[in-house]
């Protein structure tokens, strides 16, 4: 697979018109800027308290009151849904700070340095690729003991790899470019060049995986709750809800629907703001997944 | 090339042999001990240490590691401390369920996508293209476990066409297995269909705007024609490689859709060795599925280099 | 698209008759939630083995009825000599193990001295403590001396831990089990289900089904879709009594609500600070609100209780009222330990439904009286490992489902850290009175202290949710000891 990249040459105004005119990144922003702010309206206000537990309103059908209806122990599910919105942003946010913060300086460095210090790199790669994730998050779960906390490292792990090699690959086909060379020629450092010539010409490849694994991490974190193992109660989250909600499928469908269907549209607008993003940055760039 | 595949089986090699000294380690230092778990609350200290040293629990570490890698070598997997029997045996017994799920489900995600890929990329741009790429963008966002979920509801409880879950076994006859195998593996493809869709149009894409397609259009080819006999087989390989690393995926990845399903296939084994401290049953299943998975990871890495020389002069 | 949903539901019907136009079906699929680990009753605590097994496979010298009853099994009938120390089994004649080879009193010998050797690896151990020696008189009569009278003798015999096994096969009961019962074992697909059929050389009444299937349902929400297709037609066990309202008003089943013999307690750690003061448990049970915790994590079906006694036991004493409902009063009560902030604590959840759900409905009563609870699900390894063995807890809910087991908190190191030499002096006494309205004044006291120490918090009396097809009857409806008995169970048409 051939990775092409070019350097953008549009001013900042170009790009805002490209932006607009983008139907992916303009439905993909608005439904991203939705969530962030039913998660941030959160933290405000909620139609009711999602911590109080009122057992005598239990599994009620949505009604004007209950938009959503409640759920096994009387909670609003709309609420707890707009609470679950920030936990789910949370975790995936860190979960690719991690993998960016350590993938994206491992990748490059075994791309400058080539040799034994890029075989060390990727094989430590390999080493964490080589387990399928929610099997090792099961794992480190069962160490650590469920949580959200340990949900994020254990999906953050699993994001070291992918950007180490997105950022490894977009590095090496940036190295042999002519203006590489001539900074070379030049006098500079391995380093230097990282930093000033080829990191910001993959900044644009590493945006798009960041918004894939960003929406992979919310659908991982709904994942390892939905069988116990993520956020713990009493803290909604969606893939908590529909744990709850499984039992509960004939008598309470409304338990089981919403909350999927908060992750669906999360998720759907993630992945359209990245195709968006790399088609307005980049026409040429393609996903990596 | 000879050295080049040596070094990537080396690799593979070493990846292997450290991906079992974690597992080890990590299993070390889960909490739990296997043999109070089996004679519960009321059984005296005693009696769990009488128990750990019957199970040879009380060795010292790097025995048990290197009696266990050995093993490995030898195919010899030990025996499951709750089910005593040759984990070899339980091993077998659930690849028979998962091995053909992940297959059906590959099957399936990939009769899915090409087409729906390929008329996405002949449509590049017009109406149909935008609702296929739609489709195959909200077919990533679906949580496959909620999917399966709504599945189960409308094909097993309403409708009753299939069973809700669980698996008769090959011996209750080929069909009532097949059947029991539909959902899950209609869970499972679904997301990894839309995903595959997704790549083999911006492959087909990719390809369509070489300079040797557009030769090949001058010079009068019709397009389907084009479509068909050159770009496909060139967007091939990055479609190829997904499908490999989606196998891995499959394979492994179906312990919560076996869980929903509650299919005995080898998933649901190590989740719940997991929670029973089935430890040596741990051990080699994750050994085994990270084996398939670096076994994947290798084909891969040799497509890679087919396509790209410069990658392969690095090494 | 219509026309699809017309075809659908047409193959749908033609399945569904299909498979209800047999006559009187004699086959079966019960589910059930944890798979044994092994098949051997007298090696391992995992109930799930009795769910299969006993009554059905494997029997006794006596048996435990549908309602806590004893009653003859192998042993036809016995004598108890005057001293109470010594009883004589009659056993019953022509009995065949499955492999065909004859039971007698050696294998009764063999299964007892087997069960109390001290390279045991029995859980039940203290069932044969009392045992002193075990004699076989002739073929069919057994004589067992006891160390001292023991008025629980007879019930424990019928555990399925001291089921009779034969010499034979005593060593590959856990793959294949070989006993005396109605069913013989023929199958185990692991992970999936255990078959069992009929046993055409059995000495009792013969049973209905020809093949009974145990099938591996883990969960809930696995249970709810498996008896809604008809794939398995009966839980008499059901995992999550509060998910029965989705199958209580369907005609096509019944579903029926037992007692078992677990008390659901919320366990404190009674030497950990501040849980070592008396204000702090009694806070914490005034704090608790019964009736909440009983809809919302048992759909309201658990009896509450309020010692450590079942309200079907005669000796239970109702305690209920002690620690009503009352935030002022556990307010005030923390104020006078000291702690009118509050405090932080963690409370350790082991995997079922009754403690996943009571723990939330807990956690956010006692939030309510300043008591911050951070909920920490555990597996049942880690909880038997960090709470049980090691008592690294705080808090956490557990439902003791051993009979008549009011004595665990006179056991020196049991994990509720508790230490009282008068309660110690009524259960060491219980042991040694025989008669009848001694012992009862006793356990009365015992209750009493327990609740007024607050010990632990008291919740209820988990409740049995059983659910079967409509057309099944025979299960039990209580669950003395946790077993599937399925000697009685048939289809009516």
Do not use: C
């Amino acid at each position: 697979m051939t990775l092409r990249f070019d350097i953008p040459e549009e001013n900042f105004a170009d790009i805002l018109v490209k932006a607009f005119t983008n139907r992916s990144f303009l439905a993909g922003f608005v439904i991203t800027a939705l969530v962030a702010a039913v998660a941030i309206v959160s933290f405000f206000w909620t139609p009711f308290d999602v911590t109080k537990l009122i057992i005598a309103d239990k599994t009620q059908a949505p009604s004007p009151a209950h938009w959503f209806g409640t759920d096994h122990f009387g909670r609003d599910i709309l609420s707890m849904i707009m609470v679950g919105a920030r936990n789910s942003i949370a975790v995936a946010l860190v979960a690719v700070g991690i993998g960016m913060g350590i993938g994206v300086p491992l990748g490059a460095f075994a791309a400058a340095r080539g040799g034994i210090a890029d075989e060390a790199v990727m094989r430590l790669n390999d080493l964490v690729f080589a387990f399928p994730a929610l099997l090792s998050a099961i794992m480190i779960t069962a160490i650590f003991g469920p949580g959200a906390l340990n949900a994020i490292i254990a999906i953050g792990i699993f994001n070291i790899p992918v950007f180490a090699r997105v950022a490894r690959a977009g590095a090496l086909a940036i190295w042999p470019r002519d203006f590489i060379l001539a900074a070379r020629a030049a006098g500079k450092g391995k380093t230097l060049i990282t930093l000033e010539h080829v990191l910001p010409n993959i900044v644009t490849l590493l945006l798009v995986q960041g918004t894939i694994q960003f929406a992979l991490g919310i659908l991982a974190e709904a994942g390892l709750s939905y069988v116990g193992l993520g956020t713990q109660p009493p803290m909604p989250s969606w893939g908590r809800m529909l744990f709850d909600a499984q039992t509960r499928m004939v008598a309470a469908p409304w338990m089981a629907i919403f909350p999927g269907m908060a992750i669906v549209v999360t998720v759907l607008g993630l992945n359209l703001l990245g195709d968006g993003i790399a088609d307005i940055l980049d026409p040429r760039s393609r996903r990596q997944r | 090339m000879t050295t080049y595949l040596l070094n990537r089986l080396a690799i593979a090699v070493i990846t292997l042999v450290l991906a079992s000294m974690v597992v080890f380690a990590v299993l070390e230092i889960i909490p739990g001990d296997p043999a109070r778990l089996m004679l519960g609350m009321n059984a005296n200290a005693d009696q769990v240490e009488l128990l750990r040293n019957q199970m040879g629990l009380n060795a010292p570490l790097a025995l048990r590691y290197l009696h266990w890698a050995g093993g490995l070598l030898s195919l010899d997997f030990g025996r499951s401390y709750t089910y005593s029997v040759p984990v070899i045996d339980l091993v077998r017994e659930r690849v028979v369920v998962s091995l053909p799920l992940a297959l059906i489900a590959l099957a399936l995600s990939t009769i899915i996508a090409i087409p729906v890929g390929l008329f996405s990329a002949g449509r590049h741009g017009r109406a149909g293209d935008t609702i296929a790429t739609g489709a195959a963008q909200l077919g990533v966002a679906v949580p496959n476990f909620w999917f399966a979920l709504m599945l189960i509801y409308l094909f097993a409880v309403w409708l009753r066409l299939v069973p809700a879950g669980g698996f008769p076994g090959w011996s209750a006859g080929v069909w009532p297995a097949l059947k029991s195998l539909v959902l899950p593996a209609i869970a499972l493809a679904l997301p990894q269909a839309a995903i595959l869709a997704r790549v083999t149009r911006s492959a087909l894409i990719e390809v369509l705007n070489e300079d040797y397609i557009r030769t090949a259009r001058a010079k009068g080819l019709p397009y389907r024609a084009v479509l068909w006999r050159h770009a496909l087989r060139n967007a091939m390989i990055p479609v190829l490689t997904i499908l490999g690393l989606q196998f891995a995926f499959l394979l492994a990845g179906t312990i919560i859709i076996e869980n929903v399903f509650y299919l005995p296939g080898l998933g649901r084994l190590v989740f719940q060795a997991i929670t029973q401290r089935d430890l040596i049953v741990v051990e080699s299943v994750v050994m085994l599925l990270v084996a398939a998975v670096i076994a994947v990871n290798l084909l891969v890495d040799l497509s890679y280099a087919v396509v790209d020389p410069r990658l392969r002069s690095r090494q | 698209m219509k026309l699809w949903k017309t075809i659908l539901t047409a193959a749908g019907l033609v399945v569904a008759t299909g498979t209800s136009a047999f006559a009187v079906r004699t086959d079966l699929v019960i589910g059930i939630t944890l798979e044994p680990p092994h098949l051997d009753p007298t090696a391992g605590a995992a109930a799930a083995i009795d769910e299969v097994l006993y009554a059905n496979v494997f029997e006794g010298l006596t048996r435990i009825g549908p309602n806590g009853e004893v009653l003859p099994d192998l042993a036809e009938s016995w004598t108890v000599s005057d001293d109470g120390k010594v009883y004589t089994f009659k056993l019953h004649t022509g009995v065949k193990f499955h492999d065909g080879t004859d039971f007698n009193a050696d294998d009764v010998k063999f299964s007892l001295d087997r069960a109390r050797a001290d390279n045991s690896v029995n859980a039940q151990k203290g069932l044969f403590a009392a045992i002193d020696t075990v004699e076989v008189a002739d073929p069919g009569t057994v004589k067992i001396t006891l160390k001292n009278p023991q008025s629980s003798f007879l019930y424990n015999m019928g555990w399925g831990d001291a089921v009779i096994v034969a010499p034979e096969t005593a060593d590959t009961n856990k793959e294949k089990p070989v006993g005396t019962g109605p069913f013989r074992f023929q199958s185990w697909a692991k992970g999936s289900s255990i078959t069992l059929i009929k046993s055409d050389t059995y000495w009792g009444a013969p049973v209905s089904l020809d093949k009974a299937e145990f099938r591996i349902v883990p969960d809930a929400a696995a249970a709810i879709p498996a008896l809604l297709s008809g794939d398995v037609q009966a839980f008499p066990f059901f995992p999550d009594p509060d998910s029965v309202a989705q199958v209580k008003d369907d005609p096509r089943f019944k579903v029926v609500i037992g007692a078992t013999e677990g008390e659901t307690i919320l366990s404190i750690n009674n030497k950990k600070p501040p849980f070592d003061r008396l204000q702090v448990r009694q806070a914490i049970s005034f704090a608790l609100d019964r009736k909440a915790i009983i809809d919302g994590a048992s759909a309201g079906l658990g009896v509450p209780i309020g010692s450590h006694m079942s309200p079907a036991n005669k000796a239970y004493v109702d305690l209920t009222g002690l620690y009503p409902h009352n935030v002022e009063r556990a307010r005030e009560l923390l104020k006078e330990a000291g702690l009118e902030n509050g405090f932080k604590a963690t409370l350790k959840l082991p995997p079922p439904p009754y403690a996943r759900l009571g723990g939330e409905i807990i956690a956010s009563q006692l939030r309510d009286v300043g008591i911050d609870l951070q909920i920490v699900p555990v597996e049942w390894a880690q909880w038997l490992d960090q709470v049980f063995t090691k008592k690294d807890y705080d808090l956490t809910i557990v439902s003791h489902t051993e009979p008549n087991d009011i004595d665990i908190y006179s056991r020196k190191d049991y994990y509720f850290n508790y230490d009282n030499p008068t309660f110690d002096k009524i259960i060491a006494d219980l042991n040694l009175t025989s008669d009848e309205a001694k012992r009862m004044t006793l356990l009365g006291e015992a209750q009493k202290i327990l609740a007024d120490d607050a010990v632990v918090g008291f919740l209820y009396e988990l409740p049995k949710a059983g659910v079967w097809d409509a057309k099944l009857e025979g299960f039990w409806e209580n669950a003395p000891i946790q077993a599937n008995d399925l000697t009685k169970v048939k289809w009516t048409e």
